[in-house]
């Protein structure tokens, strides 16, 4: 009977416990999954969401992200990115998708700050990043994609925001 308990509590402990990706095979899988293919803007977008969260100290379902898409981007996949690795959502109102367009010379900006309230962050992926994210879709499979782009430094600017 002590055992069947003991089972009953690692498997309630553990179902509770949300899921994440924490390998870069899974990263894949889940950007596929969620996007429809794993392009080099995936990755950004998972690599803004991840610093994001650990620069705001944030769990799970805390976040709030505001994007702005440029006409310079051939779409927001960045979002998509960005929405697994801090587990915001359209549905939940924790992404949104601004009507209005991001700077010129840039792909992206992108707000990010705690639902509780409090200072964010602002990330900007320059225009000039388009060439290497695009020679990456061109000459490396999903993996070399992901390592390409964990790598790479410069892809996008962070500075707080109030």
């Not at 991001?102 to 792909?107: D, F, G, K, S």
Request: hydrophobic letters at 45%; proline letters at 6%.
């Amino acid at each position: 009977m002590l055992r069947s308990v003991a089972l009953l509590f690692a498997f309630f402990a553990l179902t509770a416990t949300p899921l994440r990706a924490e390998t870069r095979e899974e990263w894949i899988t889940l950007g596929a999954r969620v996007h429809g293919g794993f392009g080099s803007f995936i990755p950004l977008g998972i690599k803004i969401g991840l610093d994001a969260v650990t620069r705001l100290k944030a769990e799970p379902r805390q976040l709030l992200v505001t994007y702005y898409d440029s006409d310079l981007s051939p779409c927001a996949c960045f979002a998509d990115g960005i929405a697994i690795a801090t587990y915001s959502s359209i549905g939940q109102r924790t992404l949104s998708i601004a009507n209005e367009k991001a700077p010129r010379h840039t792909l992206a900006v992108i707000i990010i700050r705690p639902r509780q309230g409090g200072h964010g962050l602002k990330y900007v992926i320059p225009a000039s990043a388009l060439p290497r994210l695009g020679a990456m879709n061109k000459t490396l499979d999903p993996a070399g994609r992901y390592d390409a782009v964990m790598s790479e430094e410069n892809l996008f600017t962070v500075e707080a925001f109030q």
